[in-house]
Nanobody
Framework: EVQLVESGGGLVQPGGSLRLSCAASGFMFRIVGMSWARQPPGKGLEWISGIKYDGSTLYAEDTKGRFTISRDNAKNTVYLQMNSLKPQDTGVYYC?????????RGQGTQVTVSS
């Protein structure tokens, strides 16, 4: 059974940082791309970043330079380091199978950026 479990969300002030983690199981993690997406309040799902099996990365324009995606194949875990957070980064963050977030997703973790 495919499982994706996100963690690391919370409340942070503008300009702050958070590191999200996604523990994966039930599939061959090391040979598939992974990604992060978010759903802001009242809006649809937005793709944020993807990482291919070989570690090459892709970013949405508004997260480039602020967010960093990485993976640890030994731990079956994908990470999202988020710096310089803005209020518009608020939302539920999901990890997903596939570099375009078009596969199975986890339950999500809430990120709130507010003073």
């Amino acid at each position: 059974e495919v499982q994706l479990v996100e963690s690391g969300g919370g409340l942070v002030q503008p300009g702050g940082s958070l590191r999200l983690s996604c523990a994966a199981s039930g599939f061959m993690f090391r040979i598939v791309g992974m990604s992060w997406a978010r759903q802001p309040p009242g809006k649809g799902l937005e793709w944020i970043s993807g990482i291919k099996y070989d570690g090459s990365t892709l970013y949405a324009e508004d997260t480039k330079g602020r967010f960093t995606i990485s993976r640890d194949n030994a731990k079956n875990t994908v990470y999202l380091q988020m710096n310089s957070l803005k209020p518009q980064d608020t939302g539920v963050y999901y990890c997903a199978i596939g570099v375009n977030a078009d596969g199975a997703r986890g339950q999500g973790t809430q990120v709130t950026v507010s003073s």
